[in-house]
């Protein structure tokens, strides 16, 4: 038996779709399609791994502690991210709206909530904010394209892309608060 979706989704669903759809229509644009791809694809992992060991090099002596509190942050987050993605079970908008929304990238699961290409991407913005402002003009940009490509590629609500950004923040913020 498939698990149900909490009825508030089943609300919320109807309430965004068209949202949702408007978005995705976008991505009809051969141009606009490669960069949510693109963003997408670096939203998955590598430009993440990539920060965090890079942190010896961008911080001499606070570097190592750095990886680590990167690394520690972010599997913590990832562990919350699946327990609350496999208990809430909220289908993507392609599924639930079939051919009205269109999937124009694979999905890893079933499951859209919350977004954990957001999460990261924003949990790391705030990491790096905090150590490395400089980074900022690049980070901020990616940041919001990965947000965007995840309802523009047809994988997920808006909402999704909100509470996998206020989850990001929230892990941040703590991680940089027992940091001290």
């Known amino acids: 038996m498939k698990p149900r979706a909490p009825a508030v989704f089943e609300r919320l669903d ?7 759809q408007r978005i995705a229509r976008f991505s009809l644009y051969r141009p606009w399609l ?3 791809r693109l963003a997408s694809k670096l939203g998955d992992w ?3 791994v990539a920060l965090i060991v890079a942190q010896p090099w961008l ?15 972010a599997l913590l987050a990832i ?5 609350v993605k496999t208990r809430l079970c909220r289908e993507r908008p392609f599924i639930t709206f079939g051919s009205r929304i269109t999937c124009r990238e694979p999905a890893r699961d079933r499951y859209s909530f919350p977004s954990g290409h957001t999460m990261h991407a924003v949990l790391f913005c705030v990491l790096t904010a905090h150590h490395a402002p400089a980074l900022l003009p690049v980070l901020v940009p990616l ?6 490509s995840r309802v523009g590629l047809g994988l997920h609500y808006v909402s999704d892309v909100i509470a996998g950004g206020a989850i990001g923040y929230a892990f941040a913020v703590a991680s940089l608060t027992l940091a001290g």
């Open 14 to 20: 109807l309430l965004e779709w068209q949202l949702c």
């Open 34 to 36: 490669a960069t949510l």
């Open 46 to 48: 590598p430009v993440w």
């Open 59 to 73: 911080h001499d002596a606070a570097g190592l502690a750095y990886l680590l509190q990167y690394s520690l942050t």
């Open 79 to 83: 562990a919350v991210y699946r327990l």
């Open 143 to 148: 940041t919001l394209l990965i947000a965007v």
